[in-house]
């Protein structure tokens, strides 16, 4: 089974969200499986300094007006890579989808319909003698390979469009369909237009043989108003072809037994080093260290879908327990500045850390009791299993992936609330503060959170039962010996 995968971050390289994540973890687990999983991406400058050595440039040509495009076949981490050489488009500093500013690149629609277009080249087997079965994309950036794909017609890989996060669309205004190179039909209700732009997520939902969501509540949930971001009426009519496949997570990565960030390993099995990551972190944060009352960790970028507003404004009885809060986190300016004034109130019990530090994150989830992951929708959300494998019990909204990964109750693993509302987070940490109170609980709760299965093993094995369905529809010819 060969699979192109087609996306635009991956850890550690380059990571903006989850999604870089993701893509270091799924495609080995399904290569281990047995599938012959090739990676396409852009060649941003991160990415091309971290891949091994480039061995040859397979010229393209012109593409959607980028003078010379090429293919660098290369290895990032154990998985072969194709790195698109599209400088012109795709060698500039920083995030890969937004200026020094925070803006959209101007030209985001052709640099990323180039990452689809370069996809369905595979098509025809003509690049490196590999023609994949099945293509697979990722969120909107390769919202356009489904597109491309269906344009040539004929006998084609099948293709999959799997949505990370259905609130990053990449809409874009109507003129830019014109140097798209798709045929004009496509700019259509059935095709990639939607409200009068062009929309790479409608356009991947739309022509995709078969779309996957990270987590089968998100699935259910995108397919109504509050969650749809616009695409419920679309999600609704391909509902036979959409699937949720719940994201793993790298365990060779999240591991405290091996973790080189942590102060002291630890295991379920001897969880006393949690100890001393529970007394590095309060140190590393500036806390007083002899807190009776948990520690609250937080890892997240800040924006209105993590919903810490309300965490923010639920705290006061945490610390009155003589809790600690630790955040780590960046986005929004407000938000930033918020958590910061709270801290600046709060010297000693509450530490804020604004920017981006994967190390620190790690130190968080190992010294944290417990983490606080209040979204107003979560396509899956990682850092609860982190948390939970680093032995800190999960505050979460009962929605998408977290519905999905954190269980309540008398044998539960955390502490889930239903309303995206103040008083159902306040009675959340309430319980929260109760169970702490009993050792014995929290513990056995953290024993079950610990013991949790979240490798990728099993969300590779239903990514390959899905290509399996889709391959005697792609129906390729033998790859040329
Ligand atoms: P999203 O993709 O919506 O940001 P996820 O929970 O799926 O949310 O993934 C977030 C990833 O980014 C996790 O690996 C988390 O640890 C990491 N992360 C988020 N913010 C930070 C930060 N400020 N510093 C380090 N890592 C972060």
């Known amino acids: 089974m060969r699979v192109l995968y087609v996306s635009t971050e991956l850890h550690p390289a380059l990571k903006t969200g989850g999604l870089a994540d993701v893509n270091a973890g799924l495609p080995p687990a399904l290569r281990a499986q047995g599938a012959d999983v090739r990676l396409l991406l852009p060649a941003f400058p991160a990415l091309r300094a971290a891949a091994q050595a480039p061995r040859r440039r397979i010229a393209l040509g ?23 050489d ?26 990323f319909a180039l990452l689809g277009a370069v996809a369905a080249r595979f098509a025809d087997g003509g690049i490196g003698r590999w023609r994949p079965h099945v293509v697979h ?77 990270v987590s089968p509540t998100y699935a259910a949930e995108i397919q109504t108003a509050d969650y749809g971001c616009g695409m419920e009426g679309v ?39 949690k100890r001393a990551c529970r007394a590095a972190l309060l140190a590393a944060a500036g806390l007083a260290g002899d807190a009776a009352g948990p520690v609250l960790g937080v890892v997240s970028r800040l924006t209105a879908q993590k919903g810490l507003d309300l965490l923010r404004a639920a705290v006061a009885p945490l610390l009155a327990a003589d809790g600690r809060v630790v955040l780590l986190g960046s986005g929004d300016a ?34 944290a009791d417990a983490v606080a992951v209040p979204s107003r929708f979560e396509p899956c959300g990682l850092t609860q299993m982190y948390a939970m494998l680093y032995g800190a019990l999960p505050l979460v909204r009962r929605t998408g992936g977290l519905a999905d990964t954190v269980s309540d109750g008398p044998d539960g693993t955390g502490f889930v609330f239903d309303a995206a509302e103040l008083p159902a987070l306040q009675a959340a940490l309430a319980r929260l503060l109760q169970s702490w109170a009993e050792p014995a609980r929290w513990q056995a709760m953290q ?12 969300a590779a094995r239903r990514y390959l039962a899905l290509y399996r369905e889709l391959r005697p529809q792609a129906d390729p010819p033998p790859t040329p010996a």
Not at 69 to 83: D, E, M, N, S
Not at 236 to 248: C, D, E, S
Not at 339 to 363: I, K
């Open 447 to 458: 024993a079950r959170a610990m013991g949790a299965d979240f490798g990728w093993a099993r």
């Open 137 to 213: 994309g990722h969120d909107w950036h390769a919202g356009l390979a489904p597109a491309y794909l269906a344009a040539r017609g004929g006998a084609r890989p099948a293709s999959v469009f799997t949505v990370h996060n259905l609130s990053y669309q990449g809409h874009f205004a109507a003129e830019s369909f014109d140097d798209l190179g798709l045929p004009a039909h496509f700019f259509a209700i059935d095709g990639v237009e939607y409200h009068g732009g062009v929309n790479f997520m409608k356009a991947g939902l739309h022509f995709a043989d078969r779309i996957t969501t």
């Open 86 to 111: 599209a400088p012109a488009y795709y060698d500039r500093p920083g995030n890969p989808y937004l200026d020094a500013s925070g803006a959209d690149w101007p030209d985001n629609p052709l640099r």
């Open 334 to 367: 407000g938000e930033e500045a918020a958590w910061q004034a709270l801290a600046r109130a709060h010297p000693g019990t509450v530490a804020v850390r604004v920017g981006y530090d994967e190390t620190y994150a790690h130190r968080i989830f190992a010294g």
């Open 235 to 273: 999600l609704h009519a391909r509902a036979g072809a959409l699937l949720g496949i719940l994201n793993g997570i790298d365990t060779r990565v999240w591991d405290p037994a091996q973790d080189p960030a942590l102060a002291a390993p630890f295991t379920r099995a001897a969880p006393a080093g």
């Open 62 to 84: 012109a593409m959607l007006g980028c003078p010379d495009v090429g293919l660098l076949p290369c290895r990032l981490g154990a998985v072969p890579t194709w790195l698109i």
